[in-house]
């Protein structure tokens, strides 16, 4: 089997596991992901197979020799508003509190570095975000890193909310997180993993560029959890607040 089958078919089978209640075995041996470059040609295939473009993108800095967290997100899991619509995780809505960093111009793809203040230049505004989480693999299914790499480490979409001031969330390293529920109120002494949340944006954007990737204007990326994953109901009323920062609120609908 030829490395372009093998991907497009490991792209192919995790596309259909992007439905409700999906908890699947890992790959089967002949198209199972062995590397980063690997798990990044399936997401290269993931791609071009999804009738949306790519929304935004979810990064951290690498966090070992062997590991890279850097997926996209596809526009139709995009949701603004009132209402955010995902999957159900084990009956529950698993969301990520974090900062989305929305580009308002083109960066196309190149071999040289862009500067901070080339990126920062081109973003158009600072968002809180909410990553929406589903992890399709069984427990227990031996599942090793770069296949949950190629299915874009349990994302399955993203939820934007209000805008904050750039230079409040360029120094947001800790953020007090309330979540709150009818009777029902968590709180989370946030901390960002890579210290800073623009840092990641930095790394994406010139590590991506030099793969070839053109990002552009509209696409929304965010760069790690200040809360790890956070479970909440659906169709009940939900106030999320990042002390100093803002709050909104919102309702969260199964997709079944």
Known sequence: MTNNLK??????ELLKRRVA???????????????????????????????DPVGGWKCLLPPAENQMVVAPIFAETINRGQFCKLFADNKVARIEPEIAFVLGKDLPAQQEDYSQAEIDD????????????????????????YEKLADCLVNQGL???????????YSASEITINVSQANSAQTFAGEHPN???????????????????????????ITGSYAGIVEVLFDSRTEIEYQGLGKYTLEFKELV
Do not use: H
């Open 122 to 145: 081109a973003l158009s505004g600072c968002y809180m975000a909410l990553e929406l989480m589903q992890d399709r693999f069984q427990e227990n299914s031996g599942v090793e890193f």
């Open 195 to 221: 210290q800073l949340p623009q840092n990641p944006l930095y790394w994406l954007i010139n590590f991506m560029s030099k793969r070839g990737t053109d990002f552009k204007a509209g696409q929304a990326i």
């Open 159 to 169: 939820f934007i909310g209000p805008e904050i001031n750039r230079s409040l969330a």
């Open 21 to 51: 209640g999906t908890k699947a075995t890992r790959f089967d041996a002949p198209i199972r992901p062995n590397s980063i470059d690997d798990a990044l040609a399936v997401q290269a295939e993931m791609i071009a197979q999804r009738s």
């Open 7 to 12: 991907f497009s078919q490991a792209a192919t």
